[in-house]
């Protein structure tokens, strides 16, 4: 009996080891995500400035060429 219980205590040791590494991988998996949203969103104000100067310099130029 007492080596029964001294393997359940090992394994819910193991468990809780496990959920808080998954726990603090979790965090960092969402710091990621939120850099890759910041940086997905500077890159796409970008893009659109760009193509704002492209259209305006398009404008410019004559029917002709």
Do not use: Y
């Amino acid at each position: 009996m007492q080596a029964e219980l001294d393997t359940l205590e090992t394994k819910i040791r193991q468990v809780a080891e496990l959920c808080h590494t998954l726990r603090q991988e979790n965090i960092a998996l969402r710091q990621q995500v939120l850099t890759a949203q910041r940086d997905n969103k500077q890159l796409t104000t970008r893009l659109e400035a760009a193509k704002t100067r492209l259209q305006t310099l398009l404008d410019t130029l004559p029917e002709d060429v």
